[in-house]
């Protein structure tokens, strides 16, 4: 295992390294830092696994360098303790308050810290690998090819990103990205990746063909975004996503088969809602994006009886029955049913329900 | 000292258990090391566990010497024993002390009259004003610094001259009470006691120290000592 990085940020140079040898002994690797200002730096160069910070210093004090890291994404989420001479409550409850995971009082027993840092280093890793599996398991879901990658060489995938080019997990470790796509694609991707390693860009997308598991060639979108530094490189997040055809085409289908509903004036029955909400999950899939935005939309816009009306409605229920167990009339619940359609777009109340299960507002 | 106040009082001992902390700490951490790891130490870690403890060792003792001095000479029980001293001979003993934090530099230039210069004053005393100037133009200023000597009628003057930070103009009237340190130098270690204690071992002596400074440009600490012998 990797000796974990321990940044000590102290001003008086005899405790650094007395801390640093202390630290050393018990098989921790160590970076000391005599300022506040130089500890931010190498907060951010070193990526250490926890932060040791005396609280009294000039003109950064610990308080400062506890702030200014916590706003950062990169260093917002490695455990910081305090090293403090104060030993009045009022002071360790103030640092306690900000969010500091612990409190060492000067004079101090080595045993104490030592237990201090190995238990919030556990807990770190913890939550580390929890959201490490979560990750994993949303990377696993997405039917989007995501992967990792330094702009050449490619270190992490998800499943779908090895079935879309039919390649196995070893293949693409000895290949580089230039090498998945043609020349031609790749130069229009190549200054926007360097710009993205180099922190002069934030992100970008591109349309982009490659040759995918069929042997055909397919467009897709390149979204790329800087992940993480390691060992002085960027990690860059790589994602494509198939170019929206299909999307479309399932639309059409979803269209006639609304068609047929109207004409054969079905109502949908729990069971049927179910299968078409199955069916539809699948081609919602291919743009979660655009289904969010829309859901956050509806809900903010319907009302809470139209939401009754609708919950009901989907349950196939005739609009005598909703009006009465909503205790409105016929002409009410009609009102509610054509402000539904009105508000999601839709022509007829089959639609209605069919959008509100595509988009998750109701419950079957 | 004044101990008038409470609140003066209060800033003192604050004062007291800041400054003594930090080398206790020093000192408690690397005795423990020592204590359960000395076998698997290496003899490089080893010496340097045992000079930090000396370090802080230091620390301590100098810091409860310069306290105690300030009480003496608060209380009027500062005494000087005069005797012949050879000037340059003091100075050099100063500059080869080995706890001193410019022990071993090759900044200090000192510039004195060739033939020896014999003056009767308390060595002690004064070798306690050199060493706390010195300190401080060693400490706040990372260039050469000269230290002049020179003797008028029954006058010794010596020059300490820096090129370093420099004190602010709207601070220098607090640069000799104790624990008063100078904003633009509180990121550097110190308690804050050196100029008092250089001070009032000047007051003494029959003598006075005149700091002239010029922010970031440096600073010239002037000490003149008036003889007894008139």
Known sequence: MNAKKILIIEDDLALGKTLRNVLKINDYEVDLAESGAEGIQKAYEYCPDLILCDINMKPIDGYQVYNILKDSALTSRIPFIFITGRSQLNDIRFGLELGVDDYIVKPFDNQDLLKSIKVRLEKYEKLVNIGKNDYKALLNLSPNGVFVFDGETIYETNQAFLNLLGLSEAEVKKISFNQLISDKEYQKVENKIMKCANGLLGNFREEIELKTASGTKEKFVLHVSPSQKYNGFTLLIGLLAPKEQEGESAQLEYKKLVNILEEEKIYISGNLANKLHQAFDASVAHSPHQQSTSTMVAKSVFSKREQEVLNLSCKGLPIKIIADQLSISDRTVEKHRASLMEKTGAKNIVEVIIYALKNDLVEI | ?230
């Open chain 2, 1 to 230: 000292m004044e101990y008038s106040s409470d609140q003066n009082i209060g800033q003192i001992i604050s004062s007291l258990s800041h400054e003594l902390r930090t080398p206790l700490t020093i000192l408690s951490s690397n005795l423990q090391l020592l204590k359960s790891s000395n076998q698997n130490l290496d003899p490089i870690l080893r010496a340097e566990t045992f000079q930090l403890c000396e370090e802080a060792l230091t620390a301590v003792s100098r810091f409860l010497d310069d306290i105690h001095f300030i009480n003496l000479s608060n209380k009027n029980e500062l005494k000087q024993t005069p005797q012949d001293v050879d000037i340059n001979q003091l100075i050099a003993k100063v500059l080869e002390s080995k706890n001193t934090c410019f022990y071993n530099s090759n900044r200090i230039h000192v510039f004195s009259p060739s033939e020896a210069l014999v003056f009767k004053t308390d060595e002690t005393l004064l070798t306690k004003v050199i060493t706390n100037l010195l300190s401080n133009a060693y400490k706040f200023s990372a260039k050469e610094i000269a230290l002049r000597v020179s003797n008028g009628a029954n006058q010794l003057n010596i020059e300490i001259q820096d090129q370093g930070v420099g004190i602010p103009a709207d601070q220098i009237e607090f640069i000799f009470m104790p624990f008063y340190r100078c904003e633009n130098v509180k990121m550097l270690s110190g308690t804050g006691l050196g100029l008092s204690v250089a001070q009032k071992a000047a007051n003494c002596l029959n003598g006075e120290i005149i700091i002239d400074s010029t922010l970031s440009k440096g600073t010239t600490a002037k000490l003149k000592i008036l003889s007894d012998e008139r």
